[in-house]
């Protein structure tokens, strides 16, 4: 009887996040740097000048929990403006965002350094609970917050993204 190698974590998700990668850039297709932080007339939702900024914070959080050092270096101000309990605002004199080729390279510069990177993580690293704020107590190991923060949150929002486009009049976007 042959047995099949069972795929690293690395093999298992890095499609799921390119994929998502793809289309996350892809939603911002027509998309100008004036609009990038601006919400829709009468409707209070993420606008991607937010969601980029705050899907940038979380995966540099999951690869320090598991043991990767050499990962993206967030600014300390995106913190408060970018988090889980910040409040996404509409920036009509943007002034209260980075401008959006900032947050962009950045989100870039995250993905494709986390990318990257899967496949140097330690397994017994992802079999630990996680320890430290914000994810201790989310899931049992760190693969699952892993699975969480770089596949599932991203689509959560791309989703976000999404709506925000179609009520800017921007349509939706195909991806191939």
Known sequence: MTTAAIPSFAETVTPA???TYGLLTGLLDGVTPDRFARMPEGVTTNHP???LGHLSLYPTLVLEQLGVTSVAHIPSDHQALF???AECIDDAAGTVYPPMDEIVGQFDRVMKE???CLDTIDPAELVKAPSKPPFEGMMPTMAGVACFVLASHPIFHAGQL???RRCMGLGSVKQG
Do not use: D, L
């Open 17 to 19: 996040i390119e994929r």
């Open 49 to 51: 000048a937010f969601i």
């Open 83 to 85: 988090s889980y309990e």
């Open 114 to 116: 986390t990318i990257a």
């Open 162 to 164: 999404s709506a925000w």
